[in-house]
């Protein structure tokens, strides 16, 4: 999608710190880290948000929990690692490409703000 930040990472004009990358999926790190560990994993086909998976994407979305797991384990947080997906304005989404959070390295509380 031309206009969108994400997929403008993904096809490099915009530069990020890549962690990994395959056909389907891509993730890179935080900009604005909230934890020791923070990154980001996307899928390359552009979906706004979680709300706007369809049931085609089923598989996609998994792969990106098993990718995110791999690439935790790899940044030293395998053993505690909290995912977020932000859904909407009101839930703090500020990019409409589908994004999972990843956070560790540091005592993570509950309830999240
Ligand atoms: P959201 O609030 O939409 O769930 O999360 C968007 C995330 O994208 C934020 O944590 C923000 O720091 C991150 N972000 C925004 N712009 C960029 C960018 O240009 N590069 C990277 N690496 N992260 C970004
Ligand atoms: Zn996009």
């Not at 085609?56 to 929990?65: F, R, V, Y």
């Not at 797991?69 to 703090?92: P, Q, S």
């Amino acid at each position: 999608m031309d206009d969108c930040l994400f997929c403008k990472i993904i096809n490099g004009d915009i530069p990020s710190d890549t962690l990994y990358e395959d056909d389907d999926v891509f993730a890179f790190r935080d900009i604005n880290p909230q934890a020791p560990v923070h990154f980001l994993v996307i899928p390359k086909k552009h979906i706004s948000g979680p709300a706007a998976v369809a049931a085609e994407d089923e598989k996609l979305i998994g792969k990106m929990m098993r990718v995110g797991a791999e690439v935790a384990r790899r940044e030293g947080i395998g053993d505690g690692f909290r995912l977020v997906y932000n859904n909407g304005a009101d839930a703090g989404q500020v990019v409409f490409h589908i994004h999972m959070h990843i956070l560790g390295g540091r005592d993570l509380t509950w309830p999240p703000g």
